[in-house]
């Protein structure tokens, strides 16, 4: 792991302090994490069990020394439990604080502004994966194009009939009796006198024979109530 964090080593970090922290990390680390950071606390006096802090592709560990430097507490934060991260530089160093979505709040204090500034950057990134995260871009297989399969054509057989030949167009033509039937059809008489000559029954029949006519839409209403009046006059 120590070749894999050659670069950590160049930002004032202590050399056997890191040994010491990924050598307990060895065992502590989940498949698929790698370690992006690495911060240790430099504070004015001289520190002899010195606080740190790593951040992994997956997590933020704090890591405490115990009893004497004899023993190690770990503290770890997933990263989707995280809510922000900040950095305030001061004289002597830096404070690194980071928030959980519990409204909890962790700083370590005292470190180097290079390495504060890091870990700001690496949690700012790691924070916006998991906002943000990259979707694979789909492989679109090549469309196969069969041949389309041919229907057989059927063709249809329409069988002529021949027609009759009509001879007489008389046949064709409707026949006044085919349109009314057992309805005497008889011009409208407007002068009255061609009434007067006529009988009491004969005055009926023809009032009768108006109203088919109107019954079978072949005289207006107007004119029917017209020749209605003039026979009434006679009845």
Known sequence: MIDNLKKILNEDQDPKAIEKITAKLENLLMSNEEVGYIAVQKKPAVTIFPDSIVVTNKRIILCKPKNLGLSMEFIDYDWDDIAGSFVKEGILGADFTFTTNSDLTHTVDYLPKNQARKLYTYAKEQLDLLKNPKVATPVVEEAKFEAPIETPVVEEVVEEIQAEEVT???????????????????????????????????????????????????????????LKSEILKFL
């Open 168 to 226: 007489h167009f008389a046949e064709l033509m409707p026949t006044p009796n085919d349109v009314i039937r057992d309805t005497e059809v008889e011009a409208p008489i407007s002068e009255e006198k061609g009434l007067s000559h006529l009988t009491q029954d004969e005055l009926f029949a023809k009032l009768q024979n108006y109203k088919k006519l109107l019954d079978n839409g072949l005289i207006l209403q107007g004119e029917y109530d017209r």
